[in-house]
């Protein structure tokens, strides 16, 4: 089985969450649909601009619980070098 940290923005340089999943579709659908997270609903955190993948939930609930504990400037370098223009990578999860 697959599994995916990711992060969710506002828009580009806005509210950041970050959340694992190990499936990245549904679970973005379910943000973009306000079932997400209060947090991801209070704040319109639903734009996918970063994922990486797993192999093992044992690697990505540390990585997730890491990359929360970075400070901004750190998660906005991480998603700058993967996804310069903050897409919206959902569209990319659904052909």
Same mark, same amino acid.
């Given at each position: 089985m697959s599994y995916f940290v990711y992060i969710l923005a506002s828009r580009r340089n806005g509210t950041l969450y970050i959340g694992v999943t190990n499936n990245i579709a549904r679970r973005v659908w379910? %943000? $973009?649909?306000?079932?997400?997270?209060? /947090?991801?609903?209070?704040?319109?955190? %639903? $734009?996918?601009?970063?994922?990486?993948? /797993?192999?093992?939930?044992?690697?990505a609930i540390p990585r997730e619980k890491t990359m929360k504990e970075w400070p901004r400037a750190w998660k906005v370098r991480t998603i700058e070098a993967a996804n310069p223009e903050w897409n919206d990578l959902y569209a990319v999860l659904n052909g």
């Open positions: 379910e %943000h $973009r649909e306000g079932h997400g997270s209060q /947090f991801a609903r209070k704040y319109g955190v %639903h $734009r996918l601009v970063y994922m990486e993948l /797993f192999d093992d939930i044992e690697h």
